[in-house]
C-alpha cells in the first residue's frame, strides 16, 4: 500500500474485523463517515490487499468435524522442488484448514479437521502420510478452544 493506514482506515479494519456483513452505511456510520468515501477507502484497502477476503467463520463441531489435531510435518528431503510438490498438495485437501513452514525441529505444521479419531487417523496414514516428502508426522489434538477467532492486531489502533 502507498499510503500508511490512517487513523480511519485502522477503524474500518477493525470494523470489518468484527462483522464483515456490515453495510457501507452501518459501517459508515460507525467510523463517522458519508458512504461514498467509505466505500472508497474500502475498495482501496481491498485493492492494496490490505483486505483479502470475506469470510463466514463456521462451527466445525456442528459440522460433524469434533477432532482438531496439529501436526507437525518433518520432510525427508529438503529440496526446493519436494517443498513446492507438498504445498502444492496441501492446497487441494480441504481437512488441512490451516498449514505453515516453520522453523525449528519441524518443517511444517499443519491445522487439520476430522470427524473423530478413527476418521483422523486413517487420513493420516492414507492422505498426510503420502504427501511429498514427508519423513515423519507427530500429532497433537486440541482439547479444548480457548481462543479461535482470527482476529488480527492492526497497528497503531
Same mark, same amino acid.
Given at each position: 500500500?502507498?499510503?500508511? *493506514?490512517?487513523?480511519? $482506515? ?6 470489518? &474485523?468484527? $462483522? ?10 460507525? @467510523?463517522? *463517515? ?5 466505500? %472508497? /477507502?474500502?475498495?482501496?484497502?481491498? &485493492?492494496?490487499? @490490505?483486505?483479502?477476503?470475506? =469470510?463466514? /467463520? ?8 469434533? +477432532?482438531?489435531?496439529f501436526v507437525s510435518v518433518v520432510?525427508?528431503? =529438503?529440496? %526446493? ?9 496441501? &492446497? $487441494?485437501?480441504?481437512? @488441512?484448514?490451516?498449514? =505453515?513452514?516453520?522453523? #525449528? ?10 470427524? $473423530? *479419531?478413527?476418521?483422523? #487417523? ?5 492422505? *498426510? &502420510?503420502?504427501?511429498?516428502? @514427508? %519423513?515423519?508426522? =507427530? ?6 478452544? +480457548? ?11
Amino acid at each position: 500500500m502507498d499510503a500508511p *493506514l490512517d487513523r480511519t $482506515d485502522r477503524r474500518l479494519l477493525a470494523a470489518l &474485523q468484527d $462483522d464483515a456483513r456490515l453495510t457501507v452505511a452501518e459501517l459508515a456510520e460507525r @467510523v463517522a *463517515l458519508s458512504p461514498s468515501p467509505c466505500w %472508497r /477507502r474500502v475498495r482501496r484497502l481491498e &485493492q492494496a490487499g @490490505v483486505i483479502s477476503g470475506y =469470510h463466514a /467463520r463456521l462451527d466445525a463441531g456442528r459440522l460433524g468435524l469434533g +477432532i482438531t489435531a496439529f501436526v507437525s510435518v518433518v520432510m525427508g528431503s =529438503h529440496t %526446493r522442488e519436494v517443498a513446492r510438490a507438498f504445498e502444492a498438495a496441501v &492446497q $487441494d485437501i480441504p481437512e @488441512v484448514i490451516a498449514c =505453515h513452514n516453520v522453523s #525449528g525441529e519441524y518443517d511444517f505444521l499443519l491445522e487439520v479437521v476430522a470427524p $473423530d *479419531l478413527a476418521a483422523y #487417523g486413517e487420513f493420516a496414514r492414507s492422505v *498426510l &502420510q503420502a504427501l511429498p516428502g @514427508v %519423513r515423519a508426522l =507427530h500429532s497433537s489434538f486440541a482439547l479444548k478452544p +480457548i481462543k479461535t477467532a482470527r482476529r488480527l492486531p492492526i497497528p497503531g489502533a
